[in-house]
């Protein structure tokens, strides 16, 4: 059959009034399936961050537009942009912006799209509008969810001449249920960050508040213990001691006889001083407290030790703040306390052959911040949950009896204060006193 007797093909000819027809809805067609293929990049981002610039990213390529803003509304129910692309210089911004303030709180107060073609200040519904004309078309589009309004899509065409048509705007409402649901999700999945942050704060929290129960109920029984211990001891112990002197300064004593007699005193001076530190955990009662300026306090505890410090060749780094508030406390017992620690800083570093002791007292906001750093060898990660146990002690036998920072601890939490320490082996360690001024 010849070509051109072949019958016409309506599904197949270009030119036959039945394929013209189509073509609109066909191009429809493909813009929707456009929009919902869009979806997948919009709901794939779960932060509002990363989610409004490909709100906006889309919304250019989809609607064929060259300027885009996205509004939400805040807390006090006002709609804000947050994210925009196409026309930033300063005039067409305030354009922009004018357009939301008026068009767009119209959209969102009547939960309906509008379509504007050119000034909407000539458009009855908008009487006192500002004009703009470098808008020719626009679409302004409320973001609902279930009837709520999250925001609006200001999508805008200045510089194509042919307006955005029903279509355009089918295809508008389409891509904006998708942002709704893609923004909901979003802000659902901040609010869960949030929970789990603050649940996360609330564990740490509640296991700091029960490493401090724990530590509060060590100190509590070594309390009962020195009680009964102190008045079983000391009476005994007096005796031991006074005749220990007593045939000391007799005669007719041997050269062997005397070093044992003077071991027996030595060793009876010593369970002595353990004693002395478990009465000062029986007697947990409040002390005196007066007006306290820990700078003042700290110099003068400095000066007590500076000859040690001379004669170890250790360095010292002091940086005190001046009119720093005071704190209410016992001087007697806080300068305890920055002496043990200076002491501690100065025999570790002793031990690993000299270093630098850097001492740091500010005040921040209400609180007095007193940090005695060091440079020996540290603390292992291992035992740096105990340092604080009463007995725990990481000295050789005879030369500490694992009381000194459980004391410093209980003095400083009967201030109203915390005692923390940093470490890392072979870094050193840093204490840290708090105090509330008053």
Known sequence: MPESSRPEIPGLNPSHPAVQNASPEISELKSILAVYEAGKAVFSSTRMEKLLPVIVRLSLELLKADDVSVMLLGEDGKLVIEASAGLEDDRRKQSRLALGESVAGKAAKWKEPLLLHGDAGKDDRFPGHVAMRDIKSAIVHPVMIEGEVLGVLNINR??????????DLRCATIFSSQVAQAVCNARLYGRLEGKIHELEEAREKMAEMQSQLVQAEKLAAIGQLASGVAHELNNPLSGIIGLAQVMLEGDGLTGQQKE????????????????????????????????????????????????????????MLVDIKEAMT??????????????????????????????????????????????VSDTGPGIAPDIISRIFDPFFTTKPVGKGTGLGLSISHGIVEQHGGGLSVKSEPGQGATFTVELPCI
């Open 158 to 167: 200045t510089r194509e001449s042919s307006p955005f048509t029903e279509s």
């Open 326 to 371: 005071p704190v209410s406390g016992n001087a007697s017992q806080l300068e305890q306390v920055f002496l043990n620690l200076i002491t501690n800083a100065r025999q570790s570093m002793e031990d690993s052959g000299g270093g630098t002791l850097k001492v740091n007292a500010h005040q921040s906001g209400g609180m007095i911040l007193v940090s």
């Open 260 to 315: 044992d007699l003077e071991t027996i005193h030595a060793q009876s001076q010593r369970c002595r001083y353990i004693i002395q530190n478990l009465l000062a955990f029986s007697r947990r009662n409040k002390s005196d407290r007066e007006p306290v300026d820990v700078g003042v306090l700290l110099n003068a505890t400095l000066r007590l030790v500076q000859y040690d410090f001379t004669t170890s060749g250790i360095k």
